[in-house]
Each structure stands twice: as structure tokens, then as C-alpha cells.
């Protein structure tokens, strides 16, 4: 029988190609793509907060003569009125992993991001 002394062997540069490059630019390209994701990839959590605001109500009708003077009725009474806002925010991708692990944000049915508390963070064990 006849070989081919040449069949199936390999230079010295294909085997250093072949074995040590393109994982090391495998590892790279990943390590790229996660330094990528750490510090420029973001995501929008809406986060419900609550805002105080003072408004003046007026004093209700009165019928101008009777009670209530021609030259001036009783004074506007002041009153605290609290409202929900939803405010959407960009938090990056390791702020936003730390805080889906301690429960600070959940999922809507809608597919968007919430948060789960308002003003400090909870803590990572409850016990």
C-alpha cells in the first residue's frame, strides 16, 4: 500500500492558527461585548413616585347677601394634594441585574420594567 506522507499533516503555523488565535480572539470578541454591555448598554425601568403640590380651593357658593359680605367672602382654604407619577428611568445593565436579584424590579404583564419599592433600596437578605 501507498501512503501520502503529506496527508493529513499540518505546518506548525496552521496548528498555532488553529489552536491558539481564534480562541484568543474568541475570548476577546467576548470580553469586548461584555465590558460593551457593562458600560454603555442601558434599560428603561419606570418607577412610580409621588409628588406633593398645594392648591388653593376656592370657598363653596354662597349667596351674596346672607352670610357672606359683599366686599369679601371667606378666604380660599389651602390643601395638600398628593399624585402618582410615573417616571421612566435608564439604568445600566450590572445596576439592573443587582437589583432584579434583590426583588427591586419585576416584570409588567405589558413586558415593561417597574420597580418595586420607592426611596431606599432594599436590602439583600431580609433576615
Known amino acids: 500500500m501507498v501512503f501520502c ?3 493529513g499533516k499540518e505546518t506548525f503555523m496552521q496548528a498555532i492558527v488553529r489552536r491558539a488565535v ?25 418607577e412610580e413616585r409621588e409628588r406633593e403640590t398645594t392648591i388653593e380651593v376656592p370657598p363653596p357658593f ?6 357672606a359680605s359683599p366686599f369679601g367672602g371667606p378666604p380660599f ?11 421612566t428611568t ?7 441585574v ?3 436579584t434583590i426583588g427591586g424590579v419585576a416584570l409588567t ?5 417597574k420597580r418595586t419599592y420607592s ?8 433576615t
Do not use: M, N
Open 22 to 46: 481564534l480562541p484568543a480572539l474568541l475570548l476577546i470578541g467576548g470580553l469586548a461585548s461584555l465590558i460593551y454591555g457593562a458600560k454603555f448598554h442601558f434599560a428603561s425601568v419606570v
Open 5 to 7: 506522507s503529506d496527508f
Open 77 to 87: 382654604r389651602k390643601e395638600v394634594v398628593k399624585e402618582k407619577l410615573l417616571v
Open 109 to 113: 404583564p405589558a413586558g415593561a420594567l
Open 62 to 67: 354662597l349667596p351674596p347677601f346672607g352670610e
Open 98 to 100: 443587582r437589583e432584579v
Open 90 to 96: 435608564a439604568e445600566s445593565e450590572p445596576a439592573l
Open 119 to 126: 426611596g431606599k433600596a432594599p436590602s439583600l437578605c431580609p
